[in-house]
């Protein structure tokens, strides 16, 4: 009987997903039905356990709190002095405009974790010049997603929170471990630009020279640059920093991240009571969104697992005949494949239970899977035709940048993370070094 | 059903949230107490902890319902968007009624339980040195869960008032 239950679990909550029933309240509706199944009167008291103890868990406070850190920095007017000072650096390289765009969204997404709305921003930002500069539009389409998608790698990242979380690795340590794999990222990111524009000009033709990117002195660049970096970086390393070191918890960091960008706010001049209800209350949706998923996901996993699931798992991972690397692979595989239709959150909470005890079988160190599996996340977030990323850009790119631009300029950027990927296959350094050495304090 | 008891609970939902972004301010606010307690003055609170994951649960709970209203929650449309709008509707219906309805509908319930059971007894959290009283928690709990609800059926009821030519929006 239970081993039927877990076999019908998975169709049950496709078909409902597909019916188009939010997911959250997809994972709760089929909690729920099975666990009456199988429990009766019980499954009230059975289920309201987890609302307790996912409302009662102290690292998920990290999540609302970084979200608002997120909201805020969008809201402070960073982005824009970011993105002058590194248009009037990099302006006068070939794809300058584009290499502006990326290196703002790098450190942009390190400021914050969420990331549709920071893809609006910046595309509202960055498209406009770009397109007045006749840059090829494969290319705008896909720097703007690429460039937007770093929010999910680039630490605080809620992805890393909530997959540390189910996971059962440190938040620090995950959190220091994909901050050099996003590094090397961001430059492949680069790399391609400046490659593609370089032997391409008509498609990032440099800035012309009456721009301001050929008439401000070194001296003026660079204290542009410093006004728009300073502050910002420095609140960026003090949050990342605090954390990485262990000197603060995620959730005290977070904290301390959101005083920061509240006080960002009121350096450029954008603190509003609006805009701090405004942000206020973004926060609240979007965590109450991830959350409940959280809610639903853990109750979903929990009667899987608990009624033959885990064991047709183990079967079915038996018959496929493949161990150590082959799980893994299978693991990420089904983390990609899944991400073409299910949002990561619901994925990370469905698969990372059920893989742990394999994963963890394995062998190999659980936080560098973390991050392999944190790159897969973000590369589906990216690739056509189900992109987030491109769903988002949709919203905000003129009528000129069709469809099929979006989905052809992607590519190459997806290629750039499946480099970042096998590079972290390659030299597990790449992942284990910077949290070892913060272990080491 | 008529039309103001729909924008009763509206008002309601919209009132949680309200009451939500409070919390949010508030555990900003105790974080910020925390860190500055513990790394600062060298003092930590006893309850910073326990109050921090007290505000967010809350927070979470009570902002449910306006999320809901709001059509905030990550749905996947690349079937739904192409079956005929009836059917859609008639799916998520009955999803509603046999299955979202009596499983929330039973939490609640639960919740509420444990709510007059915490006044009842005046339960305080076992494992906090601090030792808070829990039935705000528990009220949060289940006001938010009971206002989920509410707001589902409003929302389905919505939809067939809506007509089927702009069911599918």
Known sequence: ?????AALMLPSLFGLVFLGVPVAFALLGTAFAFGLMLSGDLVGLQLFRFIQSVAANYVLVAVALFIFMGAMLERSGVAEQLFRAMRVCLGRLPGGLALATIAMCGIFAAGTGIVGAVEVLIGLMAIPPMMAYGYNRQLIAGTICAGGSL??????????????????IGIGDLLAAVLLPGAVMILLFLAYILGRCLLRP????????????????????????????????????????????????????????????????????????????????????????????????????????GNGGSRMVQDFVALLGVEREGVLVLFLALLF???????????????????????????????????????????????????????????????????GDMCRGVLPFVACQGLTLLAVVLFPMLATWLPSLTRAY | M????????????????????????????VTLWEVAARYVFDAPTIW??????????GLFLLALAETTRRGGHVRVDVVSSRLPAGWQRMGETLFMALLFAPGVGVLAWTASRRFVQAVATGEVDPVSSWAPVMWPFHLAVAVGLWALLLQMAVSTARRWRAGPGEAAS
């Open chain 1, 1 to 5: 009987m239970t081993g039927t239950v």
């Open chain 1, 151 to 168: 929010g999910t790698m680039i630490p605080p990242s809620i992805v890393v929170v909530i997959y540390a979380t189910q996971a059962q």
């Open chain 1, 202 to 305: 008509a498609d990032g033709p440099p800035l012309p020279p009456d721009d301001e990117a050929f008439r401000m002195s070194g001296l003026e660049k660079a204290l542009l640059l410093l006004r728009a970096l300073v502050p910002t970086l420095g609140l960026v390393t003090a949050v990342i920093g605090s954390m990485m070191l262990g000197i603060a918890s995620p959730t005290e960091a977070a904290g301390v991240g959101a005083l920061g960008t509240v006080l960002l706010a009121a350096l450029y001049r954008r603190l509003t009571p609006a805009v701090l209800v405004d942000a206020l209350r973004t926060t609240l949706a979007l965590n109450a969104m991830i959350i409940l998923i959280v809610l639903g996901g853990t109750m979903f996993t929990s009667i899987f697992l």
């Open chain 1, 337 to 403: 494949l899944g991400g073409l239709v299910l949002d990561w959150v619901s994925l990370v909470l469905i698969l990372v239970p059920i893989f742990l005890p394999l994963l963890r079988a394995t062998g190999f160190d659980a936080v560098w899977m973390g991050v392999l599996a944190v790159i897969v996340i973000q590369t589906s977030y990216l690739t056509p035709p189900m992109a987030p990323s491109i769903f988002y850009l949709r919203g905000v790119a003129p009528a000129e940048i069709s469809y």
């Open chain 2, 2 to 29: 008529s039309p103001s008891f729909f924008s009763l609970v509206d008002r309601f939902g919209l009132a949680l949230n309200a009451v939500a972004m409070v919390l949010l301010v508030l555990l900003i606010g």
């Open chain 2, 48 to 57: 910073g902890f326990d109050l921090a994951w007290m505000l967010n649960g």
